[in-house]
């Protein structure tokens, strides 16, 4: 599992947080979280599987909003500006 998180520099959240910062009114469930981060989720119209990147700090499984955000973007198939 890649970790692009920065923990110095990223807000750092638990997993059971993630629901409270998902936009939209149907909130994901703790186990669509966890296959987020060991399964991923395939981006529509492609072969592609994205995972929500996380970080284990002191023995808890962690994300943080802009590993959301980028797992968001690239989910749906967002490409950011240039």
Same mark, same amino acid.
């Given at each position: ?5 920065? %923990?110095?520099?990223? /807000?750092?959240? #638990? *997993? !059971?947080?993630?629901?409270?910062? $998902?936009? #939209?009114? &149907?909130?994901?469930?703790?186990? /669509?979280? !966890? +296959?987020?981060? $060991?399964?991923?989720? @395939?981006?529509? #119209? /492609?072969?592609? %599987?994205?995972? *929500? ?7 808890? +499984?962690? /994300? ?5 955000? &980028? !797992?968001?973007? @690239? ?8």
């Amino acid at each position: 599992m890649t970790n692009k998180i920065d %923990v110095d520099a990223e /807000t750092i959240i #638990g *997993l !059971f947080d993630v629901p409270q910062h $998902y936009p #939209g009114p &149907r909130k994901p469930s703790k186990a /669509t979280i !966890f +296959r987020w981060i $060991y399964q991923g989720l @395939k981006v529509p #119209g /492609t072969d592609d %599987v994205v995972k *929500l990147e996380s970080v284990k700090l002191c023995g808890i +499984r962690c /994300t943080s909003l802009e590993a959301l955000s &980028r !797992f968001l973007s @690239k989910s749906n198939n967002h490409q950011p500006d240039k």
